[in-house]
Protein backbone atom coordinates (compact mmCIF):
# COMPACT_ATOMS: atom_id res chain seq x y z
CA UNK A 1 0.00 0.00 0.00
CA UNK A 2 1.29 2.89 -1.21
CA UNK A 3 2.21 5.87 1.84
CA UNK A 4 2.33 9.47 1.88
CA UNK A 5 4.29 10.86 5.11
CA UNK A 6 4.01 14.36 5.67
CA UNK A 7 6.14 16.64 7.68
CA UNK A 8 7.21 20.21 8.69
CA UNK A 9 4.14 21.93 9.85
CA UNK A 10 3.73 23.93 12.71
CA UNK A 11 2.39 27.02 14.34
CA UNK A 12 4.17 30.64 12.78
CA UNK A 13 3.57 34.09 12.82
CA UNK A 14 2.43 36.29 10.14
CA UNK A 15 5.62 36.62 7.67
CA UNK A 16 7.01 33.56 8.30
CA UNK A 17 7.62 30.67 6.69
CA UNK A 18 7.43 26.89 6.92
CA UNK A 19 8.79 24.13 4.49
CA UNK A 20 6.96 21.08 4.24
CA UNK A 21 8.14 17.24 2.82
CA UNK A 22 5.92 14.71 1.84
CA UNK A 23 7.82 11.14 0.81
CA UNK A 24 6.22 8.22 -0.70
CA UNK A 25 7.08 4.57 -0.19
CA UNK A 26 5.50 1.47 -1.15
CA UNK A 27 4.91 2.21 -5.06
CA UNK A 28 6.58 -0.15 -7.37
CA UNK A 29 5.55 2.22 -10.30
CA UNK A 30 5.47 5.78 -11.78
CA UNK A 31 4.25 9.08 -9.54
CA UNK A 32 3.15 10.89 -12.45
CA UNK A 33 2.49 14.05 -9.86
CA UNK A 34 2.67 14.86 -6.36
CA UNK A 35 0.88 18.40 -4.58
CA UNK A 36 -0.62 19.98 -1.86
CA UNK A 37 -3.86 20.42 -1.42
CA UNK A 38 -5.05 22.51 1.73
CA UNK A 39 -8.36 22.87 4.21
CA UNK A 40 -8.83 25.73 5.80
CA UNK A 41 -11.16 25.51 8.80
CA UNK A 42 -14.55 25.46 7.89
CA UNK A 43 -14.20 25.45 4.55
CA UNK A 44 -13.81 22.93 1.50
CA UNK A 45 -10.42 21.34 0.61
CA UNK A 46 -8.84 23.20 -2.21
CA UNK A 47 -5.70 22.71 -4.54
CA UNK A 48 -2.77 24.72 -3.51
CA UNK A 49 0.18 23.64 -5.77
CA UNK A 50 1.00 20.79 -7.78
CA UNK A 51 4.45 19.51 -9.54
CA UNK A 52 4.57 16.71 -12.71
CA UNK A 53 7.95 14.59 -11.91
CA UNK A 54 8.30 15.75 -15.44
CA UNK A 55 8.75 18.97 -14.28
CA UNK A 56 4.90 20.77 -15.28
CA UNK A 57 3.68 23.27 -12.21
CA UNK A 58 0.68 24.44 -11.14
CA UNK A 59 -0.14 27.31 -8.13
CA UNK A 60 -3.53 28.47 -6.69
CA UNK A 61 -3.61 32.33 -7.46
CA UNK A 62 -3.82 32.23 -3.51
CA UNK A 63 -0.06 30.88 -3.75
CA UNK A 64 1.64 32.39 -6.65
CA UNK A 65 4.73 33.95 -5.65
CA UNK A 66 4.96 33.10 -2.37
CA UNK A 67 4.70 29.19 -2.23
CA UNK A 68 7.45 27.27 -4.09
CA UNK A 69 7.04 22.92 -5.19
CA UNK A 70 9.89 21.14 -5.94
CA UNK A 71 10.50 17.32 -5.88
CA UNK A 72 13.21 15.11 -5.89
CA UNK A 73 11.56 12.22 -8.25
CA UNK A 74 14.53 9.30 -6.75
CA UNK A 75 13.58 10.17 -4.00
CA UNK A 76 9.65 10.51 -4.22
CA UNK A 77 9.44 13.43 -2.28
CA UNK A 78 7.81 16.77 -2.99
CA UNK A 79 8.47 20.10 -0.63
CA UNK A 80 6.47 22.80 -0.54
CA UNK A 81 8.44 25.81 0.61
CA UNK A 82 5.93 28.47 2.00
CA UNK A 83 7.50 31.90 2.29
CA UNK A 84 5.09 35.04 3.50
CA UNK A 85 2.53 32.86 5.43
CA UNK A 86 -0.61 34.90 5.83
CA UNK A 87 -3.43 34.20 8.28
CA UNK A 88 -5.30 32.78 5.40
CA UNK A 89 -2.89 30.64 4.91
CA UNK A 90 -4.03 28.34 7.71
CA UNK A 91 -5.42 24.91 7.43
CA UNK A 92 -4.74 21.12 6.89
CA UNK A 93 -2.28 20.74 4.08
CA UNK A 94 -2.75 17.44 2.73
CA UNK A 95 0.15 15.72 0.71
CA UNK A 96 -1.34 14.02 -2.65
CA UNK A 97 0.09 11.28 -5.19
CA UNK A 98 -1.30 10.13 -8.60
CA UNK A 99 -0.06 7.01 -9.78
CA UNK A 100 -1.81 6.16 -12.88
CA UNK A 101 -5.08 6.39 -12.31
CA UNK A 102 -5.03 5.86 -8.89
CA UNK A 103 -4.52 8.85 -6.27
CA UNK A 104 -3.07 9.27 -2.73
CA UNK A 105 -3.12 11.20 0.15
CA UNK A 106 -1.55 11.80 2.94
CA UNK A 107 -3.27 12.22 6.64
CA UNK A 108 -2.92 15.95 6.75
CA UNK A 109 -0.43 18.46 8.48
CA UNK A 110 -1.80 21.17 10.57
CA UNK A 111 -0.04 24.52 9.58
CA UNK A 112 -1.28 28.14 11.53
CA UNK A 113 -0.69 31.34 10.47
CA UNK A 114 -1.25 33.22 13.81
CA UNK A 115 0.39 35.89 15.79
Known amino acids: QVQLVESGGGLVQPGGSLRLSCAASGSSNTINNMGWYRQPPGKQREVGALISFGGYEYYDESVKGRFTISRDSAKNTVYLEMNNLKPEDTAVYFC?????????WGQGTQVTVSS
Open 96 to 104: YARIGSRYF
